[in-house]
């Protein structure tokens, strides 16, 4: 995984640990996904994500699963878990209107 810039290596953030919501570039489209931990040596080679569609406004809903080689992703931003609404039994993630409004 590549990352925007190197303060975000800085930020707490441990891929091993903590699954993280991102807007990130994966081969060549950006995407709001759902990182996940890092569960073996061998799944290093290839990283399993969550991808979500755009669907109104701060709304995104599930896609599809996707493995990508760490070479294929790189993280914009990482997004505050505070301004994240994931509801998980119906695939829907609602983002601040704060955090929509400073990506554009």
């Given at each position: 995984?590549?990352?925007?810039?190197?303060?975000?290596?800085?930020?707490?953030?441990?891929?091993?640990?903590?699954?993280?919501?991102?807007?990130?570039?994966?081969?060549?489209?950006?995407?709001?996904?759902?990182?996940?931990?890092?569960?073996?040596?061998?799944?290093?080679?290839s990283?399993?994500?969550?991808?979500?569609?755009?669907?109104?406004?701060?709304?995104?809903r599930?896609?599809?699963?996707?493995?990508?080689?760490?070479?294929?992703?790189?993280?914009?931003?990482?997004?505050?878990?505070?301004?994240?609404?994931?509801?998980?039994?119906?695939?829907?993630?609602?983002?601040?209107?704060?955090?929509?409004?400073?990506?554009?």
């Amino acid at each position: 995984i590549t990352f925007a810039t190197p303060s975000m290596l800085t930020q707490g953030f441990h891929l091993e640990t903590d699954p993280r919501f991102a807007f990130a570039r994966v081969k060549g489209d950006i995407c709001l996904v759902q990182l996940h931990p890092i569960q073996s040596e061998t799944s290093r080679e290839s990283l399993g994500i969550i991808v979500f569609r755009h669907e109104f406004v701060s709304i995104f809903r599930y896609s599809h699963d996707l493995r990508v080689s760490p070479e294929d992703i790189r993280v914009l931003e990482l997004l505050d878990e505070d301004r994240i609404r994931y509801e998980e039994d119906n695939g829907t993630v609602f983002l601040a209107k704060d955090l929509m409004a400073q990506l554009r």
